[in-house]
């Protein structure tokens, strides 16, 4: 079984700072890589996608890939209360249609 | 554009009985997954079709659980008898043709008492 891992938190940030969320995956051959937000009680939201080693930016959120390290990371800015939301981190498996998604990591924005 | 579309969106039942949910995919998506989901995890896949085909379904508990894509729309999946441990909320997604982008129902959320 591929595995993902993420920190299960709760992350706890002020509003107006940066909040830093990661994953590790298991699998080198994973090719596609997805953020998704999820609300308490809520189905899975996708918030970002990253296919090539770097940064990509959208909005007050950036995604960052790291292929060699096995290492995806996602950074907001400017957090918000209502950005408060478990964030699960979504791998596909070398070359398919097939996801597997770490534990989340559970955002607390305090106001 | 209406989204994925799942029924019933809460379902309690006890052990050993039967159950089934429905999914209706967005039009047009020939790519449907089902997932399941526990408290404080991420969704696991359960099963995924390409069309009508199963094309995965290596993680379904084959003893109790079945689905079935006719026609290549929707889909339904069942658990025949219920266990305690199945009380999870079931998710459904589908995808468009060749597209890395999954798009979530609002699950179904079961209890097995």
């Known amino acids: 079984q591929k595995e993902v891992e993420q920190n299960s938190g709760p992350l706890s940030v002020p509003e107006g700072a940066i909040a830093s969320l990661n994953c590790t995956y298991s699998?080198?051959?994973?090719?596609?890589f997805f953020w998704y937000r999820q609300y308490s009680g809520k189905s899975p939201e996708l918030i970002m996608s990253?296919?090539?080693?770097g940064d990509k930016e959208d909005g007050r959120f950036t995604a960052q890939l790291n292929k060699a390290s096995q290492y995806v990371s996602l950074l907001i800015r400017d957090s918000q209360p209502s950005d408060s939301a478990t964030y699960l981190c979504?791998?596909?498996?070398?070359?398919?249609?097939?996801?597997?998604f770490g534990t989340g990591t559970r955002l607390k924005v305090l106001a | 554009e209406a989204g994925v579309v799942q029924s019933p969106r809460y379902k309690i039942i006890e052990k050993k009985q039967p159950v089934a949910f429905w999914c209706n995919p967005i039009s047009g998506h020939n790519t449907l997954y089902w997932y399941l989901q526990n408290l404080g995890q991420g969704p696991e896949l359960l099963i995924r079709y390409e069309n009508e085909e199963a094309v995965d379904d290596s993680q379904l508990p084959k003893d109790r659980f079945s689905a079935e894509r006719l026609k290549g729309v929707d889909s339904t999946l069942k658990i025949q008898p219920a266990e305690l441990g199945d009380s999870a909320v079931y998710l459904c997604?589908?995808?468009?043709?060749?597209?890395?982008?999954?798009?979530f129902g609002a699950g179904t959320r079961l209890s097995v008492l």
């Open positions: 990253i296919y090539s080693n």
């Open positions: 979504a791998v596909n498996i070398g070359g398919t249609y097939k996801y597997i």
């Open positions: 997604a589908s995808s468009p043709d060749g597209k890395n982008i999954q798009y």
């Open positions: 699998d080198r051959g994973s090719q596609s």
